[in-house]
């Protein structure tokens, strides 16, 4: 299983970045897919999820009306569209998978998200 985000960066307050993560290994379409993130000197916290269809999705109060997770199963893509951006949102985000039918959960690499004018 490999999980590999991109699309991180530098971005001014009140601006867009869109995350990205390929995953490969496993039944991309079966399994639900979220991202999280980890402030500096923060733990790890849950920013969005989606389910295995991508018609249903859920975030953190945080993030809500501000960031749209998607999916795309045939080039087997999880996104994190992230728009308004605040000094807050600063931290690394992760992609997640829990394969449920073999009990074992993955992440990826991450990729840093720097907030700030």
């Known amino acids: 299983v490999q999980l590999v985000e991109s699309g991180g960066g530098l971005v001014q307050p009140g601006g867009s970045l869109r995350l990205s993560c390929a995953a490969s290994?496993?039944?991309?379409?079966?399994?639900?897919m979220s991202w999280y993130r980890q402030a500096p000197g923060k733990g790890r916290t849950l920013v969005a999820t989606?389910?295995?269809?991508?018609?249903?999705?859920n975030y953190a109060d945080s993030v809500k009306g501000r960031f749209t997770i998607s999916r795309d199963n045939t080039k087997n893509t999880v996104d994190l569209q992230m728009d308004s951006l605040k000094p807050e949102d600063t931290a690394v985000y992760f992609c997640?998978?829990?394969?449920?039918?073999?009990?074992?959960?993955?992440w990826g690499q991450g990729t840093q998200v720097t907030v700030s004018s």
């Open positions: 997640y998978v829990y394969l449920h039918l073999a009990r074992r959960n993955y």
């Open positions: 290994g496993f039944t991309f379409s079966t399994y639900a």
């Open positions: 989606i389910n295995s269809s991508g018609s249903s999705t």
